[in-house]
């Protein structure tokens, strides 16, 4: 009999949304439904994921959920921060991502979670304002009020646990600054100074969370919890983190399709990315300043895995460029087109054409689900600091300096397999399913 490292999951586990706009109320709804039996949650691992554990003899499939004790649906109790006041019945109808169909059986649930006010600077975000948002002298004393928050939402909701995810827009480019990121100490006296240049409010999200002992997942691109600083507190406050950027759509594709061309050992000299959508990430993205942060994000998977250090004559001349435009029509149905330049044999060029006509937040939520309940996995198994396991949900997985990322999909789906192996006692292994 193996023996399951990770603690049961008992009572009720807390998961505080930061940004409740369109994927968090479509995560929110679909978690509601799936609870009353109404909808299937499609898409994630941890709730209808089926693996091989052991070897040999002992080689069996089971769900996720019986290998390991992954927090039952009926346990999780929501809430959030955005700087509307919109609560979630009203958010989900703004984000016109579900019909009222699929939102009405969930109503009183959703009319129940109301946003806490917003740790919010319109400097990282200028292409949004609501009136939901915090006020105080400097980002110490606004995080102290994130952490009263995580505090009384815990009692007031009889949890036992809290996950805390960032699930708001993707905030404007910010350079690493060792000076002020380089440590705990250094970045804490940037906040009493408020020095509102290098402390972005997600890393405020991020130091309340785990001051509060909650594990932090970043969703979208910004620099937050990939500094110094923030790895040192994880490790002092035993908490996991993991980001960054959900791997949804076209990312995903993107690490699909590179390593069969890196594996046959097909040419790329270019690949054209773009994309529309009109949502309110959009609009956020429509400003450069937040785009550079996405753009980054997007772009460093391909370098990554067609790796011109070893195929210099295939890939050294790659031209890569990601575009991503506001198209208010499309609302959260976004679409891409993909124009990848390869060449085979002699030379010879070839073009593939890839168009996804997909739906942003609903391929977005059960990445988010998971990344909640291995979060909280994480926390029982005693883990802390960088989540690389979950490199699986994430477009530019955090890695310590030094150290490479892994974005091939199915390596990274290895990984996580393999950390729900070491979880439930068994040991990690290259066996093929
Ligand atoms: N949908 C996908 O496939 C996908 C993939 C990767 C990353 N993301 C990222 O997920 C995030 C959410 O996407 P979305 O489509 O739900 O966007 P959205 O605009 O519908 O929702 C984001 C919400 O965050 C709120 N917000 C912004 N700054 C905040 C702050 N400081 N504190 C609290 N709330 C704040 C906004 O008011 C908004 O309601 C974006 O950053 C997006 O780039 C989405």
């Given at each position: 009999?193996?023996?399951?490292?990770?603690?049961?999951?008992?009572?009720?586990?807390?998961?505080?949304c930061?940004?409740?706009g369109a994927v968090t109320t479509t995560t929110i709804i679909g978690t509601l439904m799936a609870r009353k039996g109404l909808a299937k949650p499609v898409g994630s691992f941890a709730c209808e994921g089926i693996m091989r554990i052991g070897k040999g003899k002992e080689k069996c499939y089971k769900e996720v959920k019986d290998i390991v004790p992954v927090a039952d649906l009926n346990d999780i109790v929501f809430g959030a921060w955005d700087l509307y006041e919109d609560d979630a019945y009203d958010a989900a109808v703004k984000a016109n991502?579900?019909?009222?169909?699929?939102?009405?059986?969930?109503k009183d649930e959703l009319r129940a979670i109301r946003p806490y006010k917003a740790l919010f600077d319109k400097s990282y975000a200028s292409n949004i304002d609501g009136p939901n948002v915090k006020v105080g002298e400097s980002r110490w004393e606004l995080t102290e009020q994130l952490r009263e928050d995580i505090r009384n939402f815990k009692r007031e909701n009889n949890c036992e646990r809290v996950v805390v995810i960032w699930?708001?827009?993707?905030?404007?480019?910010?350079?690493?600054?060792?000076?002020?990121?380089?440590?705990?100490?250094?970045?804490?006296?940037?906040?009493?100074?408020?020095?509102?240049?290098?402390?972005?409010?997600?890393?405020?999200?991020?130091?309340?969370?785990?001051?509060?002992?909650?594990?932090?997942?970043?969703?979208?691109?910004?620099?937050?919890?990939?500094?110094?600083?923030?790895?040192?507190?994880?490790?002092?406050?035993?908490?996991?983190?993991?980001g960054k950027d959900f791997k949804s759509g076209q990312t995903m594709m993107k690490t699909v399709l590179a390593p069969a061309f890196f594996t046959r050992q097909l040419g790329v000299t270019g690949w054209f990315s773009t994309n529309i959508l009109g949502n309110r990430d959009g609009i956020v993205l429509d400003n450069p300043?937040?785009?550079?942060?996405?753009?980054?994000?997007?772009?460093?998977?391909?370098?990554n895995i067609l790796d011109s250090d070893v195929y210099p004559d295939l890939y050294n001349d790659m031209y890569h460029k990601v575009r991503i435009n506001y198209y208010?029509?499309?609302?959260?149905?976004?679409?891409?087109?993909?124009?990848?330049?390869?060449?085979?044999?002699?030379?010879?060029?070839?073009?593939i054409k890839v168009n996804f006509l997909c739906r942003d937040s609903i391929l977005a939520a059960p990445l988010v689900l998971d990344l909640i309940l291995f979060s909280d996995i994480a926390l029982r198994a005693g883990e802390y600091g960088i989540q690389k396991f979950m490199s699986f949900y994430c477009k530019a997985p955090m890695h310590k300096d030094g150290e490479k990322p892994v974005?091939?999909?199915f390596k990274q789906f290895a990984m996580l397999k393999n950390k729900i192996r070491e979880f439930a006692g068994y040991e990690a292994d290259q066996e093929l399913d």
């Amino acid at each position: 009999m193996k023996e399951n490292i990770v603690k049961p999951a008992n009572g009720k586990l807390g998961v505080m949304c930061v940004g409740l706009g369109a994927v968090t109320t479509t995560t929110i709804i679909g978690t509601l439904m799936a609870r009353k039996g109404l909808a299937k949650p499609v898409g994630s691992f941890a709730c209808e994921g089926i693996m091989r554990i052991g070897k040999g003899k002992e080689k069996c499939y089971k769900e996720v959920k019986d290998i390991v004790p992954v927090a039952d649906l009926n346990d999780i109790v929501f809430g959030a921060w955005d700087l509307y006041e919109d609560d979630a019945y009203d958010a989900a109808v703004k984000a016109n991502v579900l019909k009222l169909q699929d939102i009405e059986p969930v109503k009183d649930e959703l009319r129940a979670i109301r946003p806490y006010k917003a740790l919010f600077d319109k400097s990282y975000a200028s292409n949004i304002d609501g009136p939901n948002v915090k006020v105080g002298e400097s980002r110490w004393e606004l995080t102290e009020q994130l952490r009263e928050d995580i505090r009384n939402f815990k009692r007031e909701n009889n949890c036992e646990r809290v996950v805390v995810i960032w699930i708001a827009s993707t905030e404007k480019y910010i350079p690493r600054n060792d000076e002020v990121h380089g440590s705990v100490k250094a970045f804490e006296a940037a906040m009493k100074a408020n020095d509102v240049a290098n402390v972005a409010p997600s890393m405020c999200y991020a130091y309340a969370a785990m001051r509060e002992g909650c594990p932090f997942v970043m969703g979208a691109p910004n620099l937050c919890v990939d500094i110094p600083a923030m790895w040192e507190l994880a490790e002092e406050t035993k908490t996991p983190i993991t980001g960054k950027d959900f791997k949804s759509g076209q990312t995903m594709m993107k690490t699909v399709l590179a390593p069969a061309f890196f594996t046959r050992q097909l040419g790329v000299t270019g690949w054209f990315s773009t994309n529309i959508l009109g949502n309110r990430d959009g609009i956020v993205l429509d400003n450069p300043e937040n785009f550079e942060t996405k753009r980054r994000s997007k772009t460093s998977a391909l370098e990554n895995i067609l790796d011109s250090d070893v195929y210099p004559d295939l890939y050294n001349d790659m031209y890569h460029k990601v575009r991503i435009n506001y198209y208010p029509p499309r609302g959260d149905e976004k679409e891409s087109w993909d124009n990848i330049d390869i060449f085979g044999w002699m030379g010879y060029p070839m073009t593939i054409k890839v168009n996804f006509l997909c739906r942003d937040s609903i391929l977005a939520a059960p990445l988010v689900l998971d990344l909640i309940l291995f979060s909280d996995i994480a926390l029982r198994a005693g883990e802390y600091g960088i989540q690389k396991f979950m490199s699986f949900y994430c477009k530019a997985p955090m890695h310590k300096d030094g150290e490479k990322p892994v974005h091939d999909l199915f390596k990274q789906f290895a990984m996580l397999k393999n950390k729900i192996r070491e979880f439930a006692g068994y040991e990690a292994d290259q066996e093929l399913d």
